[in-house]
């Protein structure tokens, strides 16, 4: 199960137009590494996905393949 990536209170801080330059940089870099946790969860995850529950996503055993390959701070 997957968590919400933005809290209510972190749109708010991230919005703010009075955020301190400190606090913008860490609401930016925790952002950036929670993309990062869920782009490796679900690249792990691909990679154990059986034939049958590939066909149901439309993948190919080899395009899992190459993306389960892919680096976290891949996009």
């Known amino acids: 199960m997957t968590r919400m990536m933005h809290s209510p209170a972190l ?8 955020l301190p330059l400190i606090a913008a940089l860490a609401v930016r870099f925790a952002a950036t590494v929670t993309t ?5 969860r679900t690249r792990l995850n691909l990679g154990k996905l059986d034939d049958h529950l590939l066909r ?3 993948l190919t055993r080899q395009a899992a393949r190459d993306e389960a390959a892919r680096r976290f701070w891949q996009g």
Do not use: F, I, T
């Open 11 to 18: 749109m708010l801080l991230n919005a703010s137009p009075r």
């Open 36 to 40: 990062w946790e869920q782009r490796r």
């Open 56 to 58: 149901d996503v439309g």
